[in-house]
């Protein structure tokens, strides 16, 4: 005979949009990434694959720590944390911006729209060989293809959220005196922020994976350059580092969204519970 309270426990894990406990979560997420690292371990003990492919985790550690220490590792952490952050800024000053009014007037809309539309589809390291011939070797064409690989499918998730502003949010600030600009910078822009918060946190994961394509190319500093380095004398744990360090980075500017989130939009949060 089933245990009604065993039934309840069981189904609570997979509730529809039903929070769970922090320690849970936080042991969910634990437990992932364990299973990771043991199944490449044992891939390694196992001599599954060839360790000069797959080099076995504390290898790429020691080797992690001899590029820190020796090669001057953290100066090419730096540039790339720079080159992601300048360029993202960028993208987003010039994004978020024409995103909220071209989601707010179809007129802005139906000009910038097709044009916007069209570059979404172009792949970013296409550009490359022009930017290149434009800008040379220094950091203007990796900023560039950064910006290039974010600003287009960032204006069209501003949009999109923009226009999901309740109409009757609008109409009524209308009917109340204000203006068109009074009307969207008083409803429209607040109404939208958090959300566009949550646009700009997506894409700048995007911005990351665009970073080794932007740095392998006629680039001395940097994470990618450090991984074509390594390429050129067979250093698999060096790019596999490199790698966990993107990886690492990545992960610690998305939990820096998330908090920039909840402190700036901390009803959100509450009304989820």
Same mark, same amino acid.
């Given at each position: 005979?089933?245990?009604?309270?065993?039934?309840?426990?069981?189904?609570?894990?997979?509730?529809?949009?039903?929070?769970?406990?922090?320690?849970?979560?936080?042991?969910?997420?634990?437990?992932?990434?364990?299973?990771?690292?043991?199944?490449?371990?044992?891939?390694?003990?196992?001599?599954?694959?060839?360790?000069?492919?797959?080099?076995?985790?504390?290898?790429?550690?020691?080797?992690?720590?001899?590029?820190?220490?020796?090669?001057?590792?953290?100066?090419?952490?730096?540039?790339?944390?720079?080159?992601?952050?300048?360029?993202?800024?960028?993208?987003?000053?010039?994004?978020?911006?024409?995103?909220?009014?071209?989601?707010?007037?179809?007129?802005?809309?139906?000009?910038?729209?097709?044009?916007?539309?069209?570059?979404?589809?172009?792949?970013?390291?296409?550009? #490359?060989? *022009? !930017?290149?011939?434009? $800008?040379?070797?220094?950091?203007?064409?990796?900023?560039? =293809? @950064? +910006?290039?690989?974010?600003?287009?499918?960032?204006?069209?998730?501003?949009?999109?959220?923009?226009?999901?502003?309740?109409?009757?949010?609008?109409?009524?600030?209308?009917?109340?005196?204000?203006?068109?600009?009074?009307?969207?910078?008083?409803?429209?822009?607040?109404?939208?922020?958090?959300?566009?918060?949550?646009?700009?946190?997506?894409?700048?994961?995007?911005?990351?994976?665009?970073?080794?394509?932007?740095?392998?190319?006629?680039?001395?500093?940097?994470?990618?350059?450090?991984?074509?380095?390594?390429?050129?004398?067979?250093?698999?744990?060096?790019?596999?580092?490199?790698?966990?360090? #993107?990886? *690492? !980075?990545?992960?610690? $500017?998305?939990?820096?969204?998330?908090?920039?989130?909840? =402190? @700036? +939009?901390?009803?959100?949060?509450?009304?989820?519970?």
């Amino acid at each position: 005979m089933k245990n009604p309270e065993t039934e309840s426990r069981r189904w609570r894990w997979f509730d529809y949009r039903k929070p769970i406990p922090s320690h849970v979560a936080v042991g969910l997420g634990v437990a992932g990434w364990l299973i990771f690292f043991c199944a490449w371990i044992v891939s390694d003990l196992s001599g599954m694959v060839s360790e000069l492919l797959v080099p076995p985790p504390q290898k790429v550690v020691a080797a992690l720590v001899e590029l820190i220490a020796e090669q001057g590792f953290l100066g090419d952490i730096a540039v790339s944390i720079y080159r992601v952050v300048v360029s993202f800024a960028a993208a987003c000053a010039l994004a978020v911006p024409l995103g909220i009014v071209m989601g707010a007037f179809k007129s802005v809309e139906s000009f910038f729209n097709p044009f916007v539309s069209a570059w979404r589809y172009l792949p970013a390291p296409s550009f #490359i060989p *022009i !930017l290149l011939m434009w $800008f040379g070797t220094g950091d203007a064409p990796k900023l560039a =293809l @950064l +910006f290039i690989g974010v600003v287009f499918f960032l204006i069209t998730l501003v949009m999109d959220h923009t226009r999901g502003v309740r109409l009757e949010l609008i109409e009524t600030s209308l009917t109340l005196g204000g203006n068109r600009w009074q009307v969207l910078w008083t409803v429209v822009v607040p109404a939208v922020l958090p959300n566009v918060v949550v646009a700009m946190r997506q894409m700048l994961a995007v911005s990351w994976t665009y970073l080794v394509i932007a740095e392998i190319v006629a680039s001395t500093n940097g994470i990618g350059a450090m991984m074509m380095r390594a390429k050129r004398f067979l250093h698999t744990d060096q790019i596999i580092a490199g790698i966990l360090v #993107i990886g *690492i !980075l990545g992960l610690l $500017f998305d939990y820096l969204f998330r908090v920039v989130h909840r =402190l @700036l +939009f901390p009803y959100i949060e509450e009304n989820a519970r």
